[in-house]
């Protein structure tokens, strides 16, 4: 028999093969129970959040109920707030509507002088380029979609709100549940898992809020000193945007860019000043001070962040690209204590932190435990 024969392990092998159908089944059933997963997933990662701080009201000798129902209160203080400022804005961008169609039809007057396109000037901006792209069904679409997800939010908001507000009377007693549920070295290990998910997730959680509440208020003073039309509603997108890693920060540029043009046309001072107040705002707090702040806490590889938001982004759509670094976390973490799914958590890592990992570890072998399955132990 050849020696590869002989060296084969099929323990492993259909562990691995078992493995790779979960990841899909998983993948599925997070897609089709989204609607009742997402609510409670981002209640799991803001109760990581908001615990330190109901800690902190106890130690002052508040009533762990009293803290919970002001984090509750600020949670949802902080929704109402956003959407006032959303919905006031919006009432106040369409009574000025016609100022901003004007300048639209100058300025698509122009891009269809430039490229030979139909235009009638006794036609809206709307009119003309119906005969374009269809725009009367794709705007009567876009308003219909907004009228759901709106619904949708005000759902998910409650269901999220009722969903921490009971995770945090529970999260108290996580740790015993656990040593009573499982065998001592099991509940060590499903100890420290959890321990590192709530340390990583919720310092990732805090350190991005902040980073995002700054940019918000910076992008806000600065295109007010700009003379932007609705620099409080920038600063709101911006806020939200920036928890989308990389992306974001465009997407939230872009749309001030657009904006911009739209309001200053044809004065290129202003525009451009727009622009430079995006990029130096998140060029020095998302470049610079993020990752000072941040650190290589997280471990993760960029590449495998953008793959994640791919992934994430497809399954819960925009609440996926927000959740996707903390879910990776997660799933970076229980990869590590379990001993088969140790190589996953390097390849989801960074160079630095999977070097830094190894150089720590003990030169001996780990004993067995009732995560590794059978075989586990044999040579590969």
Known sequence: MPDRLKNFNSGRSNFYLLGFIALILAGAVLKITAPVLLPFTIAVLLSFVLEPLVFALEKLRIPRIIG?????????????????????????????????????????????????LPYDEHLTFFQNLWGQLGLRVRVQGLAFQLSEAFLGFLK??????????????????????????????????????????????????????????????????GLSLLGMDFPVVWGVVSFILNFIPN??????????????????????????????????????????????????????????????????????????LILAVPMTVIVKIVCENVPMLEPASIILGS???????????????????????????QGS
Do not use: C
Request: aromatic content about 12%; cysteine-free; hydrophobic content about 55%.
């Open 156 to 221: 998910d908001a409650v269901m999220v709100l009722l969903f921490v507000a009971f995770l945090l009377l529970e999260i108290s007693h996580f740790r015993d549940k656990i040593e009573l549920a499982f065998e001592d070295k099991l509940s060590g290990r499903i100890k420290k898992a959890a321990s590192d998910v709530v340390n990583q997730v919720a310092r990732y959680l805090t350190v991005k809020f902040l980073i995002s509440l700054a940019t918000g208020v910076l992008v806000t003073l």
């Open 247 to 320: 992306i974001g920060s465009v997407a939230a540029g872009a749309g001030v860019g657009v904006f911009a043009l739209v309001q200053f046309w044809p004065e290129p001072g202003p525009i451009a000043g727009s622009l430079a107040i995006m990029v130096g705002v998140n060029m020095v707090l998302g470049n610079v001070l993020e990752p000072k702040v941040q650190g290589d806490n997280l471990g993760l590889s960029p590449f495998v962040i953008l793959v994640s938001m791919l992934a994430w982004g497809w399954l819960w759509g925009f609440a996926g």
């Open 68 to 116: 919970i129902l002001l984090s509750i209160l600020f949670i949802g203080a902080g929704l109402y707030l956003i959407g006032v400022i959303l919905f006031s804005s919006g009432r106040t961008i369409l009574t000025l509507y016609p100022k901003y169609e004007r300048r639209f039809s100058e300025i698509y007057s122009r891009v269809a002088e430039v490229f030979s």
């Open 351 to 377: 160079f630095r932190a999977a070097v830094r990992k190894k150089g720590s570890e003990p030169e001996h072998a780990a004993p067995a435990t009732p995560f590794d399955p059978p075989g586990a132990s």
